[in-house]
């Protein structure tokens, strides 16, 4: 059975590239991620690898 994996994805511009909270210090802090490209801060939903386009397209329709 193949492990799904998710990443997170800005709900924004639907760019991948956020930064990940990498220490215990930082990952207690209450300060909000922010999208690299756009700089849209806030919640980063996660979706699957392969449905990374999918969710793209579906933000650029609205």
């Not at 756009?38 to 690898?49: A, H, K, N, Q, T």
Request: aromatic share 8%; with cysteine; charged share 30%.
């Amino acid at each position: 059975m193949e492990k799904k994996q998710y990443t997170k994805i800005c709900p924004k511009c639907g760019n991948i590239d956020i930064p990940v909270k990498t220490n215990f210090a930082e990952m207690l802090m209450p300060t909000p991620e922010k999208c690299k490209k756009c700089s849209y801060s806030g919640l980063f939903p996660e979706v699957e690898i392969n449905e990374i386009e999918e969710f793209r397209k579906s933000i650029m329709e609205n």
